[in-house]
């Protein structure tokens, strides 16, 4: 009972709007091949990635024409024939991340950097992704979703989520640290106040606004937050919420190049700049001598692997972190974007199929 065509958010080329199709094919079961599975979507989450890719603004272009979306939640419906060994069966409920696949053997994959396999394929990049009833994916990159989460909680988790959480895991922090999370009020950097608690840091929340404030402070336990619109000298705040001294590391996730400016100069000593948002043809602009001198740490981190998806999948499933989500049906995706482009989302928006 697999439909042979569904609703879909199709991108026909880069810089044009999403149109919303209902006939927009279905692979059907006996087209998958062996290791491959068919995911009906209960959601998906709407990352900022998403609009890069709508725009087309980043120096790696997405193929078009395309189905963007990477943070689904759904439920296996069919797995290719002669598939072995597949870690999930019919009827398991699974996520769909940033990652669609990867070949398990190259080096980086064997290193555990399966986002940069050599013949990695992207969901709603460079694979039709998850803004669509039913997605193709394949059994061991699928990331299994635990009993006790919704889909909607869980989905903004498999890339808003793995993605700040890995790069919390590489900050160099120990509990009671002062983390700096530009772009706090957004879609990752909501998740990311929240495992920077879980594990044990104090959080300075930086971003725009009262409802983000609002959702930084009185929601996830921020203990000190900075509006970037309205604070002249960011730097000298930083220093004087950390008693002088500094924050020990910035994970930022801010969408625009303002967010990292300061980093470096608000850093304390051996403190760690982690680089997590994309702003489209920004540099990063740090002062070489202070990098230097005070022994700073800048360091890239994208997405995550198989194990970090599962680790940030359990905490969320625990408990301890919670998606703010705002539901909205598939057909919203194009006023989403353009809500995403002016930063009016505060946590993120989750789509019903
Ligand atoms: O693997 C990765 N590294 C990865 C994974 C997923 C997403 C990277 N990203 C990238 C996205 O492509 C995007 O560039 O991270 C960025 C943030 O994604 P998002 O969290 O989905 O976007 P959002 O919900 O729009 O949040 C961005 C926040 O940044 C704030 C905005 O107000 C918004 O709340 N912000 C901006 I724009 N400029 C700021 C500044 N100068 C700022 N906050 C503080 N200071
Ligand atoms: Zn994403």
């Known amino acids: 009972s697999i439909p042979k065509v569904q609703k879909a958010a199709v991108i026909a080329k880069t810089g044009e709007k999403v ?28 990352c900022h990635t998403d609009l890069h890719a709508s725009l087309g603004d980043w120096p790696i272009p997405p193929s078009v024409p395309l189905v963007g979306g990477h943070e689904g939640v759904g439920e296996v419906v069919a797995i290719g024939k002669n598939t072995m060994g597949s ?27 399966e986002q940069n396999c050599a013949d990695v394929k992207l969901s709603g990049y460079t694979t039709d992704g998850t803004f669509q009833q039913y997605v193709q994916s394949w059994v061991n990159i699928v990331t299994p979703i635990p009993e006790g989460i919704s889909s909607e909680a869980a989905a903004s988790v498999l890339c808003a989520g793995v993605t700040v959480y890995r790069a919390l895991k590489q900050a160099g922090t120990v509990p009671n640290d002062w983390v700096a999370l530009p772009g706090a009020g957004g879609g990752l950097g909501h998740l990311a106040v929240q495992y920077a608690k879980v594990m044990g840091l104090r959080v300075i929340a930086i971003d725009g606004g009262e409802e983000k404030r609002r959702l930084c402070m009185d929601m996830l336990g921020a203990d000190a937050w900075i509006d970037f619109t309205e604070t002249k000298d960011i730097v000298s705040e930083v220093k004087r919420i950390t008693g002088g001294r500094g924050a020990n590391a910035a994970v930022v996730t801010a969408a625009s190049s303002g967010g990292y400016t300061q980093a470096v100069d608000y ?56 998606v703010h989500y705002t539901s909205k049906p598939l057909k ?13 989302i505060a946590g993120r928006v989750v789509l019903t199929m």
């Open 19 to 46: 149109q919303i199709k209902d006939d927009h094919p279905v692979k059907q079961p006996d087209q998958l091949k062996p290791g491959e599975c068919l995911v009906r979507l209960h959601c998906t989450g709407v």
């Open 332 to 344: 919203e995706l194009e006023r989403v974007y353009e809500d995403l482009g002016k930063g009016k």
């Open 267 to 322: 850093l304390r000593e051996g403190g760690t700049l982690m680089a997590v948002g994309l702003p489209a043809k920004a540099q990063l602009n740090a002062s070489i001598f202070f990098t230097v001198f005070k022994n700073i740490c800048i360091r890239g981190s994208y997405v995550g692997n198989r194990q970090d998806a599962i680790e940030a999948v359990n905490i969320a499933a625990s408990g301890r972190v919670k």
């Open 87 to 113: 870690p999930v069966k019919v009827g398991d409920r699974v996520g769909i991340k940033w990652v669609a696949y990867s070949c398990l053997n190259c080096e980086q994959c064997r290193k555990g950097l």
